[in-house]
């Protein structure tokens, strides 16, 4: 440990003071991200996952994603536009769609990796629904994800994807600069993923389909984001981390960030 010695009177005085002083800035600088408790989900967000035209699949995901403390969270209203990252078989722009209403907007973007590998090019019939009307779909790549002429948008999701844009070899740098110029100033970006183990970087990107959460912030800072929130509704602390969600037979250890453009 550190100790500090210093004179009374004179610049020694005025040295500890600052650094004093230094030492408290930086405590607050490094406190100053909120830790959200549990909160109460607004009968509005539960209407929306009580829709009675949800599909029971979707209420099956629900079990694992946590769609109503999500949706709190990300603070989505009526009448915002949202870009949706990673958006696969649309579960998460359905939820959004129905969140913005008919005076919103929310574009589906998917990667052509994803798009041929997983969904055959070929977007799920869930887009052709009419609760999907005020939803465009696009594929492009994640590194360049903003279709020409969409944006400025009120809310970025990025939800379970950060960690598959390693094994993509997508330009991280790249995307994470092109998101923060198509979000408003204030807006904010949700990052939702799979919590890898302590060292491993992004390092069990494509084995486990993990990423630590330290990896993500400190590219996204780079990128000029600020990280004001995170949530504990998918942490798990019992899960050992040694399998991929899609194997794991517990709740898989997720970690939940709010960022935004200042």
């Known amino acids: ?45 539960q209407a929306i996952i009580d ?25 989505v209203k009526p009448g915002m536009s949202v870009l949706d990252i990673g958006s696969g078989k649309g579960y998460g722009a359905e939820l959004m769609a129905r969140a913005v ?23 799920d019939p869930r887009f052709a629904t009419p609760i999907m009307k005020n939803v465009k779909t696009v594929v492009l790549p994640i590194d360049n994800p903003v279709p020409a002429g969409a944006g400025p948008f009120d809310l970025i999701m990025f939800v379970y994807m950060y960690h598959d844009t390693v094994w993509m070899g997508r330009d991280r740098k790249a995307m994470n600069q092109a998101l923060y110029q198509a979000l408003k100033p204030g807006g904010n970006l949700i990052i ?7 060292g491993t970087g992004a390092t069990q990107t494509d084995s486990l389909h993990r990423i630590e959460a330290s990896v993500v912030q400190k590219e996204l800072e780079a990128a000029g984001f600020k990280l004001v929130e995170e ?4 942490a ?25 453009k200042l």
């Open 1 to 45: 440990m550190m100790h500090l010695e210093h004179k009374k009177g004179g610049r020694g005085t005025s040295a500890f003071a600052y650094a004093l002083r230094t030492a408290l800035l930086l405590t607050l600088a490094v406190t100053s991200v909120h830790v959200m408790a549990a909160q109460t989900i607004p009968p509005e967000i």
């Open 51 to 75: 829709s009675p035209d949800r599909s029971q699949a979707d209420r099956e995901t629900d079990k694992r994603r946590h769609p109503a403390d999500l949706l709190a969270f990300s603070g």
């Open 101 to 123: 209403g008919p005076k919103g907007s929310v574009i589906a973007q998917n990667d052509p990796i994803i798009y041929e590998k997983f969904m055959k090019s070929q977007w």
């Open 192 to 198: 939702v993923d799979h919590a890898g183990n302590p």
């Open 231 to 234: 949530a504990a509704f998918l």
């Open 236 to 260: 798990n602390p019992d899960d050992p981390r040694d399998a991929p969600f899609f194997k794991a037979t517990i709740q898989v250890d997720g970690f939940v960030m709010k960022y935004t």
